[in-house]
């Protein structure tokens, strides 16, 4: 049990849906991450935050909105996908950003209809 | 730029021998390096870390990597797999702040 939390594990949705996937951590720590990681292709970091704060955005597109309300809880808006959106989105944290120790969670199977 | 390259998609060993799992980093800073195992439906999970201290780091599971930055590498290695090592490893780089980069990860196989 790594102590980082995602729901769902598994998402279908069309692509004028909108869905919310979560993740929680039971951790303590101070940093959350949302990645993608696609068949063949390395783990794509997409946001940072630390202390609630956004602090890294990696020129994800504007279908996808984190959200961070505290710093046990990490969403991740969607809508309007499209196919190539479907992947393993993984949740990790962190006890600060920066090199730091990431735990991640099981991740959510998201596929676009 | 920094960047990451395991130098192998796909390893396969007999139980018992050793394991090697390749990869090779370009930074511009002094990185902090990791690798992390990801079993089937399963989220990562770390094996070890480097951080400028010693430059042979242990991990779990009898896993260790050694840090050499003439040639600009983190080989991962062990000296008997198990089946229970059979997984997707990922080689990872941290340059200063909040940035992470992965490698494509390397699939191991351990036959009986």
């Known amino acids: 049990e790594t102590g980082v939390t995602q729901t769902p594990r598994h998402l279908v949705m069309g692509m004028t849906n909108k869905k919310s996937l979560k993740c929680e951590q039971h951790l303590g720590h101070n940093a959350m991450y949302w990645y993608k990681q696609s068949a063949k292709k390395p783990l794509e970091l997409m946001f940072v935050y630390n202390f609630k704060e956004q602090t890294e955005n990696n020129s994800v597109p504007s279908r996808f909105s984190p959200e961070c309300p505290n710093s046990s809880h990490l969403f991740l808006h969607l809508h309007t996908l499209q196919p190539e959106d479907s992947a393993l989105y993984l949740c990790?944290?962190?006890?600060?950003?920066?090199?730091?120790?990431?735990?991640f969670g099981p991740g959510t199977r998201l596929l676009v209809l | 730029a920094q960047s990451v390259t395991q130098l192998d998609s796909h390893v396969s060993v007999s139980e018992g021998t050793p394991v090697l799992l390749r990869c090779n980093y370009s930074?511009?800073?002094?990185?902090?390096l990791f690798w992390y195992v990801q079993h089937p439906n399963k989220g990562l999970q770390l094996l070890l870390k480097?951080?400028?201290?010693?430059?042979l780091v242990k991990g779990i599971n009898g896993f260790e990597a050694e840090f050499k930055k003439s040639e600009t590498s983190f080989h991962l290695t062990k000296p008997s797999a198990h089946m229970s090592d059979a997984a997707e490893y990922f080689c990872v780089v941290s340059p200063t702040g909040n940035q992470f980069y992965f490698g494509t990860g390397t699939s191991l196989t351990v036959i009986p």
């Open positions: 930074s511009s800073y002094s990185p902090s």
């Open positions: 480097y951080t400028s201290a010693a430059t």
């Open positions: 990790a944290s962190s006890p600060l950003a920066g090199g730091a120790t990431q735990y």
